[in-house]
């Protein structure tokens, strides 16, 4: 059974007759039992799947309605709910925590008839980039078993990009759908704010970050889209997609487009091996008919800065809940007060949340917001408003969407600061509400490069058209695992 084909490729299959969604995910299922101890992106895997795809299989052939997905094998970040199954965040905190409903993501797959394969593995409470603040153990990149997948969707990004499902869905809130995409050369999109319900994902920092797809193709991207996107009453920031088709004209191409290749993202601390893929894309795009140029934002140099501010900020507050009554792991009470019960239980926690807290506490706290957090709110409205400008000017914008290649397990895990200011370009697109997409472009020293574009709020369509053309200019080895 060949497992490396698209969604779109798969579905085609199904409709007719040529792939039986029961074989497919078996030999999925079969696949993540032979690689998955190396890669470790599974932290529960769905044993009904393959059940479920014969019923699949039996509606193609009695001729009856079947959704869209036609039983496509699907790996969820386990920071989505899925009705009674266990949702971890990769938190000792929630080791045990049975969803009671699905996210709405959940329900609009279900109802067009996906297969959930498993749960997969993230940084702790999707605080991170390398996936190496999960409580259970870093997953693997499939390029390189040395190197981190990225993060905080590095389970996502590795069962895509090693053939353990089709697609995948993560949460992005400063470019952990994009950072784990590019680190394992698959596609990863983070739509505009809003477009995507939130209903049901645990909330990191709610005011910033979206569920976004993981696949193999551009187009596969946009089919999920159409599945997804839209308005919902469960959740109140959603907009609505107008019905908007995102595969329809998906090739028209960007002949005459405008392109802001921005100009901080390309700059001090980009590895030289990034910098030519990024200006190698420019110049394919170029060929295409895009007339490309420089662009300033000058903020930028401040947004990791508010960006941690914000999402710490928002984070103390919504891992506040754990307190190990509502929620938690077995520990007793006896012996202890109410609040020293809740510091020891909180001692679960690994250092990254610890840390996320801590500032989460102080940074909006009496006497130190107007220094911090207020400050931040300030760059993100600046930000947004020079975000706002070129796209008055410029109809995308450009830039790698890592400005280094993956690294070593373990090589930044002791200094956070390092490690955050690899969000340098991601963090935009979530500050400023705008949709983003990472395209595997370029594999060097044997680890994936991709490169960001970016448009502006509620250019989904046009951004995943852009993004298409670029995927169309190259032909990328597959991954040796
Ligand atoms: N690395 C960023 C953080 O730790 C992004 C995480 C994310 O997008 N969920 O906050």
Redesign the pocket.
Same mark, same amino acid.
């Given at each position: 059974m060949n497992l490396r084909i698209s969604a779109l490729d798969y579905v085609q299959g199904v409709k007719n007759g040529n792939v039986s969604a029961e074989d497919f995910v078996a030999s999925t299922l079969e696949r993540i039992s032979d690689i998955d101890e190396r890669l470790h992106a599974f932290l529960s895997v769905n044993d009904d799947a393959v059940d479920q795809a014969r019923s699949i299989d039996k509606k193609v052939k009695s001729g009856d309605k079947v959704g869209a997905c036609f039983g496509m094998p699907i790996s969820i970040k386990d920071n989505i709910c899925i009705k009674n199954s266990k949702t971890t965040c990769a938190s000792k905190m929630l080791e045990n925590f049975i969803a009671p409903y699905d996210a709405t993501v959940i329900t609009k797959l279900r109802n067009q008839d996906a297969v959930f394969v498993g749960k997969v593995n993230l940084?702790e409470f $999707?605080?991170? !980039?390398s996936t190496e603040f999960s409580a259970f153990g870093p997953s693997k990149n499939p390029w390189n078993t040395e190197y981190v997948p990225g +993060?905080?969707?590095g389970g996502s990004a590795v069962s895509v990009s090693a053939f353990e499902c089709i697609a995948s869905l993560g949460? %992005? *809130?400063? +470019?952990?759908?994009r950072?784990p995409a590019s680190f394992c050369s698959t596609v990863g999109y983070k739509p505009t704010y809003g477009l995507i319900s939130r209903y049901g994902l645990i909330s /990191? $920092?709610n005011s910033i #970050?979206q569920i976004g797809p993981l696949t193999r193709t551009v187009k596969d991207a946009a089919f999920m889209l159409n599945i997804i996107a839209g308005l919902d009453e469960n959740d109140n920031t959603t907009v609505d997609s107008k019905n908007t088709d995102y595969l329809s004209g998906i090739d028209s191409g960007i002949e005459g487009k405008r392109i802001g290749i921005i100009k901080e993202m390309i700059g001090e601390g980009i590895d030289s091996r990034v910098l030519s893929a990024t200006k190698d894309a420019i110049s394919k795009l170029e060929s295409l008919g895009a007339i490309c140029e420089e662009v300033s934002l000058d903020m930028v140099k401040y947004s990791v800065a508010a /960006? /941690?501010t914000i999402?710490a900020t928002e984070a103390g507050s919504n891992l506040a809940r754990y307190d190990n009554i509502r929620y938690g792991y077995d520990f007793t009470v006896e012996g202890y007060e109410f609040n020293s019960y809740i510091s020891k239980a909180r001692r679960n926690f690994g250092p #990254?949340v610890k840390r996320r807290m801590m500032i989460g506490g102080f940074v909006p706290s009496a006497g130190h917001a107007g220094k911090y957090f207020l400050k931040a709110l300030k760059v993100k409205s600046k930000l947004t408003k020079e975000v706002n400008e070129a796209f008055k000017r410029f109809d995308l914008l450009i830039s790698p969407t890592v400005p280094i290649l993956p690294f070593r397990i373990g090589e930044k895990i002791d200094d956070p600061i390092s !490690?955050?200011l690899? %969000?340098i370009n *991601?963090?935009t697109a979530?500050l400023t509400g705008k949709p983003a997409i990472s395209v595997p472009f370029a594999i060097a020293n044997g680890l994936p490069i991709g490169i960001q574009l970016m448009a502006d709020s509620m250019n989904d369509k046009l951004l995943l058209q852009a993004a298409f053309a670029l995927e169309s200019t190259i032909t990328l080895p597959e991954v040796p695992t």
């Open positions: 940084d $999707a605080m991170g !980039l +993060g905080s969707s949460s %992005d *809130t400063g +470019g952990s759908v950072n /990191y $920092a #970050e /960006y /941690y999402t #990254e !490690l955050f690899v %969000d *991601t963090v979530n």
